[in-house]
């Protein structure tokens, strides 16, 4: 497990600089998860 | 059991890795001028302030979407538009569906404070944000969304509460 946890904090920091840094990503999540949002709240 | 719980510890680990991405996204945009697409903005800075006459209102039928952000909080986001006879107006939709109340927040703070800062076409305006229950208007407007948009908005859905209209009006002592 201890294996995992150190992927994990890696994965969410590289995720988060990612997505703060490399330009399109952030749109690019954005329209995901709009698409998701949008058929929830029309459930 | 053991096993049961470290499955459950990596399904919730990795679905961190999106939360992620999504909280950042959506943090990130706060601190821009103006929304993206869903994410709130920041205020919205850039753009002459229109001092002047009232504007014919009627070309917003031919823009897709506009910017809009409230006095408090000082955030913004994307939303979409209407004229009709004259008159300014947005609303939001699934206000009757508990992820629509989650997400679309704007609508009861606008009519806590309604003042408004929208724009459009790059020119920032500044309005008052009054909500529309019912009266006559709500069929003259309510057939230009339904024209303009894949829109279900009705007379009987936004005298039932499941869409909020506002009529985005002058401010008292604006120009008009």
């Known amino acids: 497990m201890k294996n995992f946890y150190i992927f994990l904090a890696i994965a969410i920091v590289t995720t988060a600089l990612t997505v703060w840094f490399v330009p399109g990503v952030d749109d690019f999540v954005e329209v995901t998860f709009q698409r998701y949002l949008g058929q929830a709240a029309r459930s | ?176």
């Open chain 2, 1 to 176: 059991m053991k096993i049961v719980v470290r499955i459950l510890i990596v399904i919730l680990g990795l679905a961190l890795i999106p939360v992620t991405a999504v909280a950042t996204a959506a943090f990130k945009q706060r601190f821009e001028d103006g929304p993206n697409r869903v994410f709130s903005g920041g205020p919205l800075v850039s753009g002459e302030l229109f001092q002047g006459p009232e504007p014919d209102w009627s070309f917003v039928n031919e823009i897709p979407t506009i910017e809009m952000q409230l006095e408090e909080p000082a955030t913004s986001r994307r939303i979409w538009v209407a004229s009709s006879a004259g008159k300014l107006y947005v609303w939001s939709g699934y206000m009757d569906t508990t992820v629509g109340r989650l997400w679309k927040q704007w609508p009861v703070q606008a009519s806590e404070n309604g003042r408004a800062v929208l724009r459009i076409d790059g020119t920032r305006y500044e309005r008052q944000l009054n909500r529309v229950q019912s009266g006559p208007e709500l069929d003259g407007i309510t057939a230009v969304i339904s024209e303009k948009y894949p829109s279900a908005t009705t007379r009987e859905t936004i005298e039932s509460g499941q869409v909020w209209l506002f009529e985005a009006a002058p401010r008292s002592g604006a120009g008009s």
